[in-house]
């Protein structure tokens, strides 16, 4: 991911180069890819101290079902909108009834 990420940084400076055209665009895509490139060197930093995987506020130890989600977490809360979004439901629907069914007719 360290030599994916650093290799789209380096493509884009070199497009930034020659069209000048999309710098505003490619400014921001530079951007995210170095915060990228950032949370992924400093996940490989705590590995390398033995702290990856625990939360940088609390010290609580993060699961890892969720690190495989975001590798790059650096605290539990980097979770939150995964969290909701898992917890959301959606409408009960009857489907045993007829007008329920959507048919090739309807669209």
């Known amino acids: ?33 170095k915060e990228e490139l950032q949370d992924v060197e400093r996940a490989l930093m705590k590995i390398d101290k033995g702290i990856y995987g625990y939360c940088e ?6 699961p890892f079902e ?8 650096r605290t539990k809360f980097d979770f ?8 959301k439901t959606l409408p009960q629907y009857d489907y045993h009834h007829e ?3 959507i048919t090739g007719s309807d669209f």
């Open 80 to 87: 939150f909108f995964q969290e909701l979004y898992e917890r």
């Open 1 to 33: 991911m360290k030599e994916e990420l650093r290799t789209r940084l380096f493509d884009h400076s070199l497009f930034d180069m020659t069209y000048s055209d999309y710098q505003g665009k490619s400014h921001t895509l530079m951007h995210h890819i």
């Open 57 to 62: 506020e609390t010290g609580e130890e993060i």
């Open 66 to 73: 969720k690190l495989r989600i975001l590798p790059t977490a």
């Open 99 to 101: 007008e329920t069914y």
